[in-house]
C-alpha cells in the first residue's frame, strides 16, 4: 500500500476489524486517539497538517449511526457539523475521503432492493442526518467514496447484535416484524470491503462516488433473529429458547417510525466497479458470535 491510511475512529468495532484485515496483508493505519471531547474543527485541522495522509477512512461516529438505539438530535446536529469541516480540510489538503454511510437515507416505501440512483428520502433524524452529511460530502470533497451498508453486525455488547442477545436471555417474549427486510452485514465483510476499495484507490483508480454493500441474501428481522439463535445453539456457547422469538407487524413495531420496513440494497455497481463480491452473510455468525461470547 503506498497511500498513507489514517482512520478515524480505531477503537470502534468496524475500525478495529479493519486494522485486524489490514495487519494480515502488512497494511496499516495511522489511527489517533481522539481528543478528550472528541474532534473539532481545530484538532482535525491540525491533525492533517502534522500527519498529511493520502487518504482518510472516517469512522469517528460509528456507533452512532449504526449501531446506537437512539442518538440525541443535538448530538447528531454536531456531528454534522464536524462532518462539514472534515470534507472541506479533505479537499484543501488533497485527502481522499472513505466515508461510510447506511440503508437509513432510504424510507423503505418500495419492495424492491435500493439502488444508487435512487432518490433517497429519510424517515427519522439519524436517517436525515447521515443524508445531509452525504449530500455534504459530495458537494465539498469531489475526491470521495461513500459506502452505504446495509444491516452492520458486530459484537459489542451494546450494539444491535448485543442488545439482541441481551433481549433473548430474558424469559419475556421477544418481539420481531416478520414484514421488515434488510441485508445483515457482519462486520468483518464489511471492513473486508473498505480494506478493497482502498486497495484500487492505491491504484490511483479515480472511482468516486457513493456505493452499496450488503450481505448476500436479504432477509426479514425475525428469519435474522432465529438464525443467530441457532448458530449460537449449535456453537454450543449458549442455549436460547428459540420459541420466545414472536411475528409481529412492523408498523407495530417501536422504531417504525425510524427504521425503514424495506431496507434491501442492490450491490451490482460496486461489483461492476470494484469486483468486489457480497458474501453470506450466514457464513460470518459463528466468527461474529465467537467474538461476542469471548468478550462477553
Known amino acids: 500500500m503506498l497511500m498513507r491510511l489514517m482512520l478515524l475512529g480505531g477503537g470502534s468495532a468496524l475500525g478495529q476489524a479493519l486494522i485486524r484485515l489490514g495487519a494480515e496483508e502488512d497494511i496499516s493505519f495511522l489511527a489517533p ?12 485541522a491540525q491533525l492533517l497538517d502534522d500527519t498529511r495522509p493520502d487518504a482518510l477512512i472516517n469512522l469517528a461516529y460509528y456507533y452512532d449511526w449504526f449501531q446506537a438505539e437512539a442518538v440525541p438530535p443535538a448530538r447528531l446536529k454536531a456531528q454534522q457539523q464536524g462532518m462539514e469541516r472534515l470534507a ?13 454511510s447506511s440503508y437509513r437515507v432510504f424510507d ?37 467514496v461513500m459506502l452505504r451498508f446495509g444491516w452492520l ?7 444491535n447484535l448485543g442488545r439482541f442477545l441481551a433481549r433473548a436471555e430474558q424469559p ?31 491504484c490511483d483508480a479515480p472511482l468516486w462516488g457513493t456505493y452499496h ?22 456453537a454450543g456457547v449458549r442455549r436460547f429458547n428459540a420459541e420466545q422469538l ?19 440494497l442492490a450491490c451490482k455497481k460496486i461489483l461492476h466497479t ?16 465467537e467474538r461476542y461470547f469471548r468478550h462477553g
Open 33 to 44: 486517539r481522539p481528543p478528550e471531547a472528541g474532534w473539532d474543527a481545530a484538532s482535525l
Open 172 to 202: 419475556q417474549p421477544l418481539w420481531l416484524a416478520d414484514d421488515r427486510r434488510g441485508n445483515p452485514t457482519p462486520v468483518d465483510d464489511a471492513a473486508r470491503v473498505i480494506l478493497s476499495v482502498l486497495k484500487q484507490l492505491d
Open 153 to 159: 453486525l458486530d459484537e459489542s455488547s451494546d450494539g
Open 274 to 289: 470494484f469486483g468486489i463480491k457480497p458474501r453470506a452473510w450466514r457464513a460470518g455468525l459463528p466468527a461474529l458470535l
Open 88 to 100: 472541506q480540510l479533505c479537499e484543501q489538503h488533497g485527502v481522499v475521503l472513505v466515508q461510510p
Open 108 to 144: 423503505g416505501a418500495r419492495a424492491t432492493a435500493y439502488s444508487e440512483k435512487d432518490e433517497p428520502l429519510p424517515l427519522g433524524e439519524r436517517g436525515q442526518a447521515l443524508w445531509h452529511i452525504e449530500q455534504q460530502v459530495q458537494a465539498v470533497c469531489p475526491q470521495h
Open 213 to 234: 454493500y450488503a450481505g448476500n441474501e436479504a432477509t426479514t428481522a425475525l428469519a435474522l433473529g432465529q438464525a443467530i439463535l441457532a448458530e449460537a445453539e449449535a
Open 246 to 264: 414472536s411475528a409481529r407487524a412492523h408498523a407495530a413495531c417501536d422504531d417504525a417510525l425510524e427504521e425503514p420496513q424495506h431496507a434491501v
